[in-house]
């Protein structure tokens, strides 16, 4: 069975702090880990996804295998990145599993 | 974006009542999916479908049934409302699971069951 967990239902920082969101998983064989943002009442847009090792808006992910951790992170917050945020996990099979994801609040 | 519609957008409905729901993809992908989305349980898979007429159960598919009959539309239909049901639903789309393959959703339908 492959799970994913995210720790926090809300976090809060303020514009210009680091920002952490904390995802982890549970999947035997080897996973594609992702994260998605979706911003106020619109469509899950895919933000990043480990194989491509790719920063987007500021924001940055390191698959860690021995934690089973794909936190994401960005250095400094801005207002604009208020959002949910969620995790997901692809195993070998077709399906796509998310956390319950993270709702994150930069305030000014 | 890839090219995914849904509809109805927004529909509120009866106890008791047949709802479909339409998703229609534009970019020939293989794979479809129908999620919900709902407070403190983030989205959960009901169905997928990985062909024509290929379809599979997910880990909230009772009091569902979906249809593939063609390669564009994956129908959601929910037999007799409940309020239960009440939620936001999205599809999905993805052309294959090969490495780096990446799931797009479309827009969302919010069903009200009252």
Not at chain 1, 1 to 11: D, M, N
Not at chain 1, 56 to 73: M, P, V
Request: net charge positive.
């Amino acid at each position: 069975a492959q799970r994913v967990t995210q720790p926090e239902k809300l976090l809060s920082v303020f514009k210009g702090a680091p920002v952490e969101l904390k995802c982890n998983y549970s999947y035997s064989g080897s996973p594609e880990l992702f994260w998605y943002v979706q911003y106020s009442r619109q469509r899950l847009q895919l933000l990043l996804r480990h194989i491509s090792r790719e920063s987007i808006k500021g924001f940055t992910a390191d698959l860690n295998k021995g934690e089973t951790s794909f936190h994401l992170k960005k250095p400094f917050a801005q207002e604009e990145d208020s959002a949910m945020y969620y995790c997901a996990l692809k195993g070998s099979n077709y399906k796509l599993t998310f956390g319950k994801g993270t709702l994150l609040t930069v305030n000014p | 974006d890839a090219g995914i519609t849904q509809s109805p957008r927004h529909k509120v409905t009866e106890t008791g009542t047949p709802v479909t729901l339409r998703c229609h993809q534009t970019e020939n992908h293989r794979y479809m999916y129908w999620y919900r989305q709902d407070p403190g349980h983030g989205l959960r898979l009901i169905h997928y479908s990985y062909g024509v007429k290929d379809t599979d159960k997910g880990e909230v598919s009772d009091g569902y049934s979906v249809s593939r009959s063609k390669t564009e539309d994956f129908l959601l239909t929910l037999e007799s409302a409940t309020s239960s049901q009440t939620s936001v639903y999205f599809c999905a789309i993805s052309d294959g699971t090969g490495s780096g393959n990446t799931i797009y959703f479309g827009e969302g339908s919010w069903l009200t069951v009252v």
